[in-house]
């Protein structure tokens, strides 16, 4: 147990060297000291809790990516109908209970619409998206497939993870994490931001731009109450609008949508000083723009944003340059986070927050603080009592106890993990528990010299006989911290991580660097006895 | 230089003659804490319960102005608000629960955030906001889940591993002695109605690691011992080894707590709850070593011959045929 050849020796102050190289940039960074650039900087990451910043966690309803789909395959199964030569007439169009179905005029045509929907079922992946049953001969009917639906709400939350990364970059906040979690959820994360407002606010916004031709033949009193004709919605007026309650009836189809734009600006118009979001259409867009305006000059059309109404302007002229000017009730700052929204496109499902936590920069700094000092104190009162108690074998304890602090930092720092407000709590228990080993080394270093066993015979039993229940117990912490690990969340992993990267660095310290001193110390002096 | 003993040395307390009322004095203490944890309920934050918890400094202010605040907030429906002070006499932590009926609306929680914390900057417009946890019913939920099987987990998985080490009758012993150490804590936080939030699950954890320890140290003493005094009766084997482990029982317990206590007088108030739970669970954990994961040995039949390996029936035979016995 004593016998350390020098490779030994060599390979265990290698190792606690780079583990405490490793921890060199996180201690320069604490105190404040720039770091040489051409060195490599591995860095322990702070979590929101002591650095400040935003947590938010938000959530996507998969049925709402169900119902839109089912409406997208609507308009797919319209327009291939309309589209087949000859034309295949279709009614009794129904979207009711997740499935679409329609009936065919003709019940000849029926082999011809299998035909022309077959490619629209399958998907890009191979995967069968939806399965056509026909009911009586003359009725089809789509149903999402399994599959498909979590297809579906894979694309939807990829592609609103990047809406969700492009909106924040538009805030102009510095590196911001946004990580999609299980199947429905993003967590975003942004260091630094004290009020969330603004982006819950933003996120909170799914940014569907609609331009679509009010409906001038429906009855006021029927819109009112929500009663339209067939190819008919009724829209109510944004709360910010002066007609806040009341509502628009337009057409269904033959809008334009907001994902044709290329750019969105906020700006101010000269003419009356309004708040506008000045927008570009891409070419398509325009044309179709051009094609709306021309052909109803003089007649309102409704600008809609999420679902409500922002105004309800007319087409003086035909509008043909590709670009459009939005005026409502804006402010400075809502015309320009329409502009980031409608810039970073629509989100392709709504996201509402689920769970948000901030901690302010001060906040987190006084904690770092208070944490530091409770953490120096107790550690000065740990040392003291190891010396006390056990004198030189108290020295080496220490020693030991400051490697260990340093390699966990160092450990932490390669492994890119993140020290928490908890993290803190679990440097102080490791502290306080790693020091157990040392103490039960050395008990039984006593017990042995009691026993009557020489200087040497004691130490390698004492370091022997205490290595069984050293490793024992710290297998079983390991065990329950890894499980906290796994069904923890946030800040407690911090705790988790530090109690666990502890285990390892205590025993590597208290049992094996204290046991290479020791025994180096025994072989330069051969005591013939102890005082421990 | 003269070192400190914390324990004497030869220390011979009779700890194991008082078993069976320390026994029951556990029993009973652990029946007690469960009926508190159901007739007083435990008090949950927002962690588990779901709803909103904001942390403000009246900045210009020596006094946060908590009865005010709590008429304020109360004033908006939603319950009775939690309003303490927090860290500071001029900083508070104001808790809403959420509302019976919405644990279903994910952005329930959100909304009624918001209008607290706008309702009350308004009112006073030079408080600062420190902090601000929102939480979902939905997410509560799993976050109340997740605790539950953490826990239990991590008790079987612990008293698993000691069955693989020592005998049965030790895992046992562990798992009770654990099931003690959760019972009483949780009691606790019910008798007391200290927040209960994801750090207290942590902390559990952590006296899980710490009341193990210390029973496995004892455990393998009395391993050491079962082995060496084979005709020991076992309630003096069972003193002799919690003696023989005293010293370091008192130190370690010592060290810990010497490091704990400046965190919790002098560190972060968001600490506080986690610290206080893991210093209460030192002396329970180290309790429960003692009186209840030692006496039980005595109880499930542990003996000098539990750690001897079994002769199977041909190697009987074979050492009867080489005429060893």
Known sequence: ?532 | MKLLKLVPEDTNIKFLRLRVPFFIFSLLLIAASWALVFINGINYGVDFAGGQEVRLTFVEQDQAPVPELREMVGGLGYGTPVVQEFGAPNAVSIRVPLPDGVEDQPGAATAIGNEVIEMIEGEYPQVRRDGNDTVSGKVAGEFRQDAVLALLAAMLAVALYIWVRFEWQFGVGALFALFHDVSVTLGMFALFQLEFSLQIIAAILAIIGYSLNDTIVVYDRIRENLKKYRKMPLPELLDLSVNETLARTVMTSLTLLVALVPLLLIGPASLFGLVAAITAGLFIGTYSSVYLAAPVLIWMGVTSNSFVPQETKEERQEKIARGEA
């Open chain 1, 1 to 532: 147990m004593l016998d350390f050849p020098t490779w030994k020796k060599f390979w265990l102050w290698g190792l606690t060297f780079v583990a405490v190289l490793a921890a060199m940039p996180s201690l320069f960074a604490a105190a404040n000291v720039e770091w040489p650039e051409a060195l490599p900087n591995p860095q322990v990451n702070l979590g929101l809790d002591l650095a400040g910043g935003s947590h938010i966690l938000l959530e996507a309803d998969p049925a709402e990516v169900a119902a839109q789909r089912l409406e997208n395959m609507e308009e797919t199964v319209r327009g291939e109908m309309r589209r087949a030569e000859p034309r295949i007439r279709i009614g009794d169009i129904s979207t009711s209970g997740g499935a679409l179905s329609f009936m065919l005029d003709t019940p000849a045509d029926i082999d011809r619409a299998r035909g022309l929907l077959e490619p629209v079922m399958m998907g890009t992946n191979l995967v069968r998206e939806w399965d056509l049953t026909v009911v009586d001969g003359q009725r089809m009917v789509l149903t999402p497939t399994d599959d498909g639906v979590n297809q579906a709400v894979t694309d939807a939350m990829d592609s609103a993870t990047e809406v969700v990364r492009k909106r924040i970059d538009g805030l102009g906040t510095r590196e911001p994490t946004i990580i999609r979690q299980g199947d429905t959820r993003i967590v975003v994360q942004v260091p630094g931001l004290q009020d969330p407002d603004q982006l819950k606010e933003l996120l909170g916004k799914t940014a569907k731009l609609e331009f679509k031709l009010v409906d001038l033949n429906a009855l006021p009193t029927d819109v009112q109450a929500g009663i339209v004709p067939p190819g008919t919605q009724a829209f109510p007026y944004s709360d910010e609008t002066p007609q806040a309650g009341q509502m628009v009836a337009v057409r269904r189809l033959g809008g334009i949508r907001g994902d044709s734009l290329t750019n969105a600006q906020a700006g101010v118009n000269p003419q009356n000083n309004e708040n506008v979001v000045n927008i570009q259409f891409d070419q398509q867009g325009a044309s179709k723009f051009c094609t709306l305006s021309t052909e109803n000059v003089d007649r309102p059309f409704a600008i809609i944003l999420d679902e409500k109404v922002i105004s309800a302007p007319n087409f003086n002229e035909p509008i043909c340059g590709g670009s459009a000017q939005i005026s409502g009730t804006f402010t400075a700052q809502s015309a320009a986070d329409l502009a980031i929204a409608l810039n970073s496109g629509a989100l392709p499902v709504e996201l509402t927050v689920i769970e948000e936590r901030t901690v302010s920069a001060e906040l987190g700094a006084d904690s770092i603080r208070k944490g530091l000092l409770a953490m120096l104190i107790g550690s000065i009162a740990v040392v003291a009592l190891m010396i006390a108690t056990y004198g030189r074998f108290g020295i080496y304890a220490t020693i030991a106890l400051v490697f260990n602090v340093l390699i966990i930092l160092g450990i932490m720092a390669g492994l890119n993990t993140t020290l928490t407000l908890p993290g803190i709590a679990g440097f102080v228990i490791t502290v306080g528990a790693a020091v157990d080993a040392n103490v039960l080394i050395n008990e039984r270093i006593r017990e042995e010299r009691k026993r009557g066993r020489r200087v040497v015979a004691a130490v390698e039993n004492g370091y022997k006989e205490a290595s069984r229940a050293i490793y024992d117990a710290n297998i079983t912490n390991f065990i329950a911290g890894v499980l906290l690990f796994l069904f923890g969340s946030g800040p407690v992993r911090g705790f988790a991580v530090v109690l666990v990267v502890g285990l390892f660095t205590s025993v590597f310290t208290a049992l094996v660097l204290t046991r290479m001193w020791v025994a180096g110390w025994l072989r330069a002096k051969r005591p013939n006895d102890i005082n421990v």
